[in-house]
């Protein structure tokens, strides 16, 4: 299995907007192609402090997922709302 972390920011104001956004648009789009899990965490001492994870089988699985034409606009969405992104590839060995 692979893990995607991703760590980044949403502006209070759009943070409302950017979950509405993520549960009706982005969530469901990468779970309809091949990522088994998606999810979004706050971070409890950060108010515009946010964790997502998304888990493929495998590497080769979410190369071709991330490279999907119609991933690009996905992208954008999340991109309109998150600032200072970072991301971290985790591959589980137990």
């Known amino acids: 299995m692979l893990k995607l972390i991703f760590e980044y ?4 104001e759009k943070q ?11 969530k469901p789009f990468w779970e309809s192609k091949s990522c088994k899990s998606y999810s979004v965490w706050q ?3 950060n108010e515009t402090g946010f ?6 089988a495998d ?4 190369k071709e997922c991330m490279a ?5 606009p996905i992208k954008e969405i999340f991109f309109s709302f998150a600032g200072d992104i ?3 590839t985790c ?3 137990i």
Do not use: C, P, W
Not at 9 to 12: I, K, L, P, T
Not at 51 to 56: A, D, H, R, T
Not at 59 to 62: E, G, L, N, Q, R
Not at 68 to 72: D, K, R, S, T, V
């Open 9 to 12: 920011n949403v502006a209070v």
């Open 16 to 26: 409302e907007e950017y979950l509405k956004a993520t549960n009706d648009t982005i």
């Open 43 to 45: 971070v409890a001492e």
């Open 51 to 56: 964790v997502k994870e998304m888990l493929f």
């Open 59 to 62: 590497k080769s699985v979410m």
């Open 68 to 72: 999907l034409e119609e991933a690009g």
């Open 86 to 88: 970072s991301r971290k």
């Open 91 to 93: 591959i589980q060995k």
